[in-house]
């Protein structure tokens, strides 16, 4: 396609079940990002891929939260016995190069809510 | 760890007006500096890119100033128009790595 995407644009789901969020990048670029928007606030970094390596994870708030990239293209963040907590919109972007310039480009979002 | 703050988190301003957001950092050395803009229910999109060696860069109605001194990026719209109306952030990047985002200003712009 010709732009970030991803899916589902929205998620609701109980307390303690799993949930997977997946974001397919725009062609060529070899590099992914996630990130967590909650409302009012600046897109908080999760991950980030270059290929199919997780090059910075750091930004994962606990070990319930896991992302993959197995064939360098779509990406899935995964989320274990979710809690209220985690509700917030969830970013994909990608970027051609991880290079010091590297504009991102963002999907819609996968807006997840935890009741 | 990094920290980085938006002057305010709305602003209000007259059509025809330069609207100015400020960006100000701490505990971080950016190699360059990004803004974007995120209107209501969409992702962010990529406006303007200033390095660390550059004072100031101009697109359109758009000017950003990165003072490496003062840690701080000034953002101006010149000639606001209400389509400018939405939520600007800034964001910071070194080397490689991933980037950082400001919880973004919410700009107004009365027809």
């Known amino acids: 396609g010709a732009g970030v995407s991803q899916t589902p644009s929205n998620k609701v789901t109980e307390k303690g079940k799993y949930v997977e969020l997946r974001c397919d990048p725009i062609s060529g670029h070899t590099a992914l990002y996630w990130y967590r928007q909650s409302l009012g606030q600046g897109p908080e970094f999760l991950i980030y891929?270059?290929?199919?390596?997780?090059?910075?994870d750091s930004g994962l708030p606990n070990d319930r939260f896991f992302a993959v990239r197995p064939e360098g293209s779509v990406s899935t963040l995964k989320i274990q016995r979710t809690e209220r907590g985690d509700s917030a919109v969830y970013l994909c972007?990608?970027?051609?190069?991880?290079?010091?310039?590297?504009?991102?480009?963002f999907g819609e979002g996968s807006r997840l809510t935890v009741l | 760890s990094q920290k980085i703050e938006q002057n305010s988190e709305a602003l209000n301003i007259q059509e025809g007006k330069t609207a100015t957001l400020t960006c100000n950092y701490t505990n971080y050395s950016p190699a360059y500096l990004q803004w974007y803009r995120q209107d209501p229910g969409r992702g962010p999109v990529f406006l303007l890119l200033?390095?660390?060696?550059?004072k100031e860069k101009r697109k359109e109605r758009l000017k950003v100033t990165f003072d490496t001194t003062l840690k701080q990026s000034l953002f101006h719209i010149t000639a606001s128009q209400p389509a400018d109306s939405a939520t600007y952030l800034c964001?910071?990047?070194?080397?490689?790595?991933?980037?950082?985002f400001g919880t973004g200003t919410r700009l107004t712009v009365i027809p």
């Open positions: 972007a990608s970027s051609k190069t991880s290079g010091r310039t590297g504009e991102l480009f």
């Open positions: 964001a910071l990047g070194s080397g490689a790595n991933n980037l950082f």
């Open positions: 200033i390095r660390e060696n550059e």
């Open positions: 891929f270059q290929g199919t390596g997780a090059a910075d």
